[in-house]
């Protein structure tokens, strides 16, 4: 394991020392015009997911408009100077939309198929949902303006896999897990690296792959951690679950690496991996430095520490969401979300969380060929 690591960190250098002389020769003014968005809870506020949050209790309402956003994605659209991509199911199929951005992103999605809920979308129904539009955008523009648009002008924004684990660990204790959670994040991987290249093949060429952040800290997974000490602990005495966090660095460690072999394989192509994993607990563990005084409880929830139902009401939200760490069950909220946000835009306080670029160097730098 330690070879394979030391075989990956060589590899990671080399690829960032090409990509950076690769920027530092093509840097341009922005000519991003859309960013389209796929991936679960971190970046859907309900709006794609029927019947929300009405029938499924664990999921939790997200303050898009008001409070301030705290989806990383909306937050970087406006670095860019984008205004925020359109939920799939509020556009009405014209390009004068499409050309602007879409979210597809739904609330419980999940990289595989979740068979015992169908109200929760897959990653597989959303890249239909993308091809969907490079066809209406394609069928009202012509292909070769269309393809040229989404190859030149699109930014492509993917998270999933917290929902993935927070199905598994909601139903077993990560104890006995073992090799079977090592298994799964493979899988897993293999399916989001799949997603991407049917993404390159429709001549998408800009892409963001985030990570998952430590669900082991969230509100809903402290109770559940089985005493297991942590070396997160916050101002007011959080103690992670460890075994939980370890799957998740697992799965972050294993895509980060194919994200930097496919961005060998497709040459043309700029993809960067994005690590929420480290700062969050950089937060959670000095929370009284960035102004967060409870690490602990969720702003919005009902039950002990209020982690055990969701936030399907804004009455029930605390009285300064900006005091914590966690919104809600399991995603972090506003402050938190904008101080990621802008180190993966520029490395301004947490450096290096988005590899080999930043997404400022990202969204300015040119594609090879245009």
């Given at each position: 394991m330690m070879i394979n690591k030391m075989k990956f960190d060589v590899?990671?250098?080399?690829?960032?020392?090409?990509f950076i002389e690769m920027v530092n020769s093509n840097i341009t003014v922005s000519n991003i015009k859309a960013m389209y968005v796929m991936g679960d809870s971190t970046v859907d506020c309900g709006e794609n997911t029927l019947l929300f949050p009405y029938l499924l209790r664990n999921l939790s309402l997200h303050p898009c408009e008001n409070p301030p956003s705290?989806?990383?994605?909306?937050?970087?659209?406006?670095k860019?100077?984008?205004?925020?991509?359109?939920?799939?199911?509020?556009?009405?199929?014209?390009?004068?939309?499409?050309?602007?951005?879409?979210n597809l992103g739904s609330t419980g999605a999940t990289i595989l198929s979740n068979p015992t809920n169908p109200l929760l979308q897959s990653l597989n129904q959303q890249l239909r949902q993308a091809f969907?539009?490079?066809?209406?955008?394609?069928?009202?523009?012509?292909?070769?303006?269309?393809?040229?648009?989404?190859?030149?002008?699109?930014?492509?924004?993917?998270?999933?896999?917290?929902?993935?684990?927070?199905?598994?660990?909601?139903?077993?204790?990560?104890?006995?897990?073992?090799?079977?959670?090592?298994?799964?994040?493979?899988?897993?991987?293999?399916?989001?690296?799949?997603?991407?290249?049917?993404?390159?093949?429709?001549?998408?060429?800009?892409?963001?792959?985030?990570?998952?952040?430590?669900?082991?800290c969230a509100p809903r997974f402290l109770r559940s951690g089985n005493g297991s000490v942590s070396d997160g602990r916050g101002g007011d005495g959080v103690v992670c679950a460890d075994d939980i966090n370890n799957f998740v660095l697992e799965y972050n460690?294993?895509?980060?690496?194919?994200?930097?072999?496919?961005?060998?394989?497709?040459?043309?192509?700029?993809?960067?991996?994005?690590?929420?994993?480290?700062?969050?607990?950089?937060?959670?563990n000095n929370p009284y430095i960035y102004g967060i005084k409870n690490v602990k409880n969720a702003c919005c929830g009902e039950g002990t520490d209020t982690g055990i139902r969701g936030c399907m009401s804004m009455n029930m939200a605390c009285e300064d969401p900006s005091s914590y760490v966690w919104w809600d069950l399991f995603n972090p909220g506003h402050v938190v979300s904008s101080l990621i946000a802008d180190s993966a835009?520029?490395?301004?306080?947490?450096?290096?969380?988005?590899?080999?670029?930043?997404?400022?160097?990202l969204v300015h730098t040119k594609i090879n060929g245009m």
């Open positions: 590899l990671l250098h080399i690829v960032t020392t090409i705290s989806i990383l994605p909306h937050l970087l659209a406006k860019i100077g984008l205004s925020y991509p359109v939920p799939f199911y509020s556009q009405n199929g014209s390009s004068e939309v499409l050309l602007r951005g879409v969907e539009i490079f066809q209406l955008l394609q069928l009202e523009l012509g292909q070769e303006t269309a393809n040229d648009f989404i190859k030149s002008s699109t930014l492509f924004y993917i998270s999933f896999g917290k929902d993935d684990y927070t199905d598994l660990f909601r139903g077993k204790s990560s104890k006995g897990l073992g090799s079977d959670a090592e298994r799964l994040s493979r899988i897993l991987v293999d399916q989001m690296t799949n997603a991407i290249e049917y993404l390159y093949d429709s001549n998408v060429r800009k892409f963001v792959v985030m990570g998952i952040l430590p669900l082991g460690s294993f895509l980060e690496q194919r994200i930097v072999r496919l961005g060998i394989k497709l040459s043309d192509a700029q993809l960067i991996f994005c690590d929420v994993y480290r700062p969050m607990m950089e937060i959670i835009w520029s490395d301004e306080l947490f450096p290096d969380i988005c590899r080999p670029i930043t997404v400022q160097n």
